[in-house]
């Protein structure tokens, strides 16, 4: 079923649904819904050369830009949500911008704007809350990229402004685990938790450590 100008141009598919001026327009996968102005588009020179199976996509552009080769059982709702997707299996990306550039990561889970936006190859981690796991993002300028994997942000800016590569924290609360950089096997609760100010300080590299929160 397509709806709109130019949506599903490729004639070699079946079971796919896109409604949307240019959704699913170079798409050549199978059981795909898009519905949004080139979602899951697939970017490439030609029709019929994008390759995605079971990925539903609603919003302007969400899957729309990266050249997809096997992206696969995704949920990506949002403007410019999982806008780079090429290869990457099994998320979850909901509100504006979440995952924009993850690539190939899989089983992640992201919910809210700009949540997990800056992460490229990231695996295992689950992002609840605006900002979480964005390590600093600027749509692509002066960004350090996060690949982590196994780790868990619930709360604003949760783990959300200086990881590039820690693995397995949980952070739960506004701005807690917000400084981590590559330290890994750590929780943070409470609001704050493990930044400047708090009982234990800021915590970057450190691991194998746990934080009760701010200085208040």
Not at 71 to 83: E, H, K, M, R
Not at 178 to 193: H, Q
């Amino acid at each position: 079923t397509a709806i709109g100008r130019e949506s599903l141009l490729s004639a070699n598919v079946q079971q796919n649904t896109a409604i949307g001026y240019g959704a699913s327009i170079y798409l050549s996968g199978n059981n795909n819904t898009s519905l949004g102005y080139n979602s899951l588009a697939g970017n490439t020179s030609s029709a019929s050369n994008a390759t995605g199976t079971n990925n539903t996509v609603v919003g302007h552009t969400a899957m729309g830009y990266g050249t997809m080769t096997s992206a696969g059982d995704n949920v990506a709702i949002g403007y410019l949500s999982f806008y780079h997707a090429t290869s990457g299996q099994d998320n979850v990306f909901v509100g504006k911008m979440a995952g924009e550039e993850v690539t190939s990561g899989s089983y992640n889970v992201a919910i809210g704007e700009e949540s997990m936006a800056s992460a490229t190859t990231p695996t295992y981690n689950t992002a609840c809350g605006n900002h979480a796991l964005a390590n600093n993002f600027n749509d692509g300028v002066g960004e350090t990229k996060f690949t982590g994997t196994y780790n868990a942000g619930f709360g604003f800016q949760a783990l959300g402004a200086q990881m590039t590569s820690g693995g397995y924290n949980s952070a739960c609360g506004a701005w807690s685990g917000r400084e981590v950089t590559t330290g890994s096997n750590n929780f943070f609760v409470g609001y704050e938790a493990g930044r400047t100010g708090s009982p234990g300080g800021s915590v970057t590299t450190g691991s194998n450590e746990g934080y009760l929160g701010d200085e208040n």
